[in-house]
């Protein structure tokens, strides 16, 4: 395939507009193939597709494909149109755009994946899922923006983030989180939430300004999430065949769902009916009224 520059009639009478479109290759149906070091780089496959020589950018309407990161890991794609910026090595798609990557899958409206960077950038409409392998649990993250490093196996999720985990045995609890900044690493199975920090599982919500999760710790002796700095949980609990309602205030919240346990430190207190409770250490039960309490000198329970 190539293009004529119109030889020696590229000059008689052609104005700007003229030699720009002297410039620009149009295909239907088209597919396009970028090698590097005599490797697959990118492929892709659209309706329509628009090669500017100048620019040396390609436009395209209902573009697929996918592209390989230098670990040579296939990233799948798809949009209602964009461009590809050979030069930069920057694709950007927009409308219905979806991108597969490593564990991860995603919806937006708007796709930015820069292959030197090996960094996607989704805008608009987020909405995310993401595989835990180890132990088969599903990640559910929504957010106004996010930005996805395929390589290195880690993502930031921006603005309004709302998210789940839903666990592979039907039997074990959800847990359901929310915040303005979420930082996920697959590599180490941990993620971080700060600003706003909301954690809902069953009948406890807690709120804090920074939480985790540990997403391998669900089944052990160990905390699967925690939230400090201005932490206060909300709880119902079942008493005398009623529901009420639980308040409790501190500065460290670990949570073990292995013991169905929360622990409370950093000067807690937990309104409970007409009683406060205080202590150094704060032990809450889930679905019951009994709270252990570790004073400085003796441990009692209340119920």
């Known amino acids: 395939m190539g293009q ?19 410039q620009e290759s149009y295909f239907k149906d088209a597919k396009y193939h970028l090698l590097k070091d005599d490797v697959p780089s990118f492929n892709l496959t659209s309706d329509e597709l628009t090669i500017n020589s100048t620019t040396e950018k390609i436009f395209f309407i209902k573009p697929r494909g996918f592209a390989f990161t230098s670990a040579n890991e296939r990233i799948d794609y798809e949009g209602d149109h964009g461009f590809f910026n050979q030069s930069a090595e920057v694709l950007v798609l927009e409308q219905n755009t979806k991108v597969n990557m490593n564990v991860t899958s995603a919806d937006a409206k708007k796709l930015t994946y820069q292959m030197k960077e090996d960094r996607v950038h989704l805008e608009n409409e987020v909405k995310t899922k993401t595989l835990h392998e180890g132990e088969g649990d599903w ?35 959800s847990l359901s989180f929310s915040s303005y900044e ?21 009948y406890l919500t807690a709120t804090s300004r920074r939480g985790e999760i540990f997403l391998e710790n669900y089944n052990k002796k160990l905390k699967y999430f925690a939230l400090y700095d201005d932490v206060k949980v909300v709880e119902k609990v079942m008493l005398d065949g009623k529901f009420i309602e639980r308040k409790a205030f501190s500065e460290k919240l670990e949570g073990l769902p292995s013991e169905s346990k929360i622990i409370l430190t950093g000067y807690p207190k937990v309104y409970q009916l007409n009683d406060v409770i205080k202590g150094n250490k704060i032990v809450l039960r889930e679905n019951t009224e009994v709270v252990e309490v570790d004073d400085a000198n003796t441990k009692f329970k209340v119920e």
């Open 4 to 22: 004529w520059d119109g030889g020696v009639f590229k000059d008689i009478g052609a104005d700007d507009k003229q030699k720009n479109s002297m």
């Open 182 to 202: 979420l930082l996920l690493n697959m590599v180490d199975l941990k993620a971080d939430l700060n600003e706003n920090v909301v954690m809902k599982k069953r």
């Open 139 to 173: 990640i559910y993250v929504n957010s106004d923006e996010a930005y996805f490093w395929p390589q290195a196996k880690r993502s930031r999720y921006v603005g309004n983030v709302e998210g789940e985990i839903d666990r592979k045995r039907v039997y074990e609890d």
